[in-house]
């Protein structure tokens, strides 16, 4: 085990979605850790979900954070729909930093919906974002860790990835395929030093689950629900008296991932779900 405080020195952290919520926090940590950084992010709304994405001063705080921990930080507006997209940022990432290592493909949305009212465009948006996504990044980045004999992927799922629920059939659905998606390269490349795995995080306090819409379809009962007000069906869905983790929690798991004692973990999948998990079938 490395007892350096700066493992990852020398390394290269790519994390698509980074601009704020749980990437900006693993990149954060992974540049604490000594790890330059490359992110992508749409920095643009996606008109199927009822929340804003991230900014362009999301991401200028992201780097600034970076750059505060002495790191460097490539940053790019990209789009993880689109493999020529991914593929020219990781390629224009090792042309700048030399090396790809270390793959977090986080960039996900949620779209609310009835299924007998769910819409192609909000179906199409998630799974092309949420799981085609997390494909175009492993797929990016993958060329340049098998010419480097190392690297260190990790899928970002969820609870619902592990279960089911029945208002967000295509986010459950997207999330199930980013399990089979790493566990199916994580047996791809065990013959190499590259392991790959998923993260399937419990509410985690970010945008996606801090906004008006979610809030509204948390307490239908009333017209203007408060955070205060949906803390208790958050809670509900764990089984620690929590309702949310916050980002660095995540990011915690993250750094253990990618360290020294993290080597032998590939095709597993990480809950860090409140105790959620104990009543997964297996
Ligand atoms: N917040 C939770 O409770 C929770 C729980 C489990 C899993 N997750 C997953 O964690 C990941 C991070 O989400 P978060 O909680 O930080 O939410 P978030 O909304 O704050 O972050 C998601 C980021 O992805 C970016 N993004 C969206 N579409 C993109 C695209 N097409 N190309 C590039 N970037 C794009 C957004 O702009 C945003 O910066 C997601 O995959 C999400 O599904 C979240």
Same mark, same amino acid.
Do not use: F, W
């Given at each position: 085990m490395s007892t350096s405080t700066r493992? /990852?020195?020398g390394k290269v952290a790519?994390?698509? =979605? =980074? @601009?704020? =919520?749980?990437?900006?926090s693993h990149a954060v940590t992974l540049a604490k850790l000594g790890a330059n950084i490359a992110l992508c992010d749409l920095c643009d709304d996606v008109a199927t979900t009822g929340y804003p994405g991230a900014s362009r001063a999301d991401m200028a705080e992201t780097i600034a954070l970076i750059e505060g921990e002495g790191q460097k930080c490539f940053a %790019?507006? @990209?789009d993880v729909r689109d493999l020529d997209q991914m593929i020219s940022f990781v390629d224009e990432t090792v042309e700048t930093f030399g090396s790809a290592d270390i793959m977090i493909a986080n960039a996900g949305i949620v779209s609310q919906g009835f299924i007998a009212e769910f819409t192609a465009e909000q179906w199409n948006d998630?799974? +092309?974002i949420n799981l085609t996504g997390v494909f175009n990044a492993i797929r990016a980045v993958t060329p340049h860790m098998v010419e480097s004999g190392w690297g260190r992927i990790i899928g970002i799922s969820s609870m619902i990835g592990r279960t089911a629920n029945g208002g967000i059939p295509a986010y459950t659905a997207s999330k199930w395929g980013v399990i =089979? /998606?790493? !566990? %199916?390269?994580a047996l791809a490349l065990a013959? &190499? +030093?590259i392991t790959v795995n998923a993260i399937a995080p419990g509410n985690v306090a970010t945008p996606m689950i801090h906004n008006d819409e979610v809030? !509204?379809?948390?307490?239908? +009962?009333l017209a203007?629900? &408060?955070m205060e007000d949906v803390a208790s069906v958050f809670m509900s869905g764990h089984e620690q008296k929590l309702p949310w983790m916050e980002p660095q929690e995540i990011s915690d798991v993250v750094a253990f991932i990618v360290s020294d004692a993290g080597r032998h973990f590939t095709g597993t999948v990480f809950d860090i779900s409140a105790g959620a998990s104990a009543k997964f079938s297996a």
């Open positions: 493992p /990852l020195e790519v994390i698509t =979605g =980074g @601009a704020r =919520g749980q990437g900006r %790019s507006v @990209a998630v799974i +092309d =089979g /998606l790493c !566990k %199916s390269v013959n &190499t +030093d809030y !509204k379809v948390m307490r239908p +009962d203007h629900p &408060t």
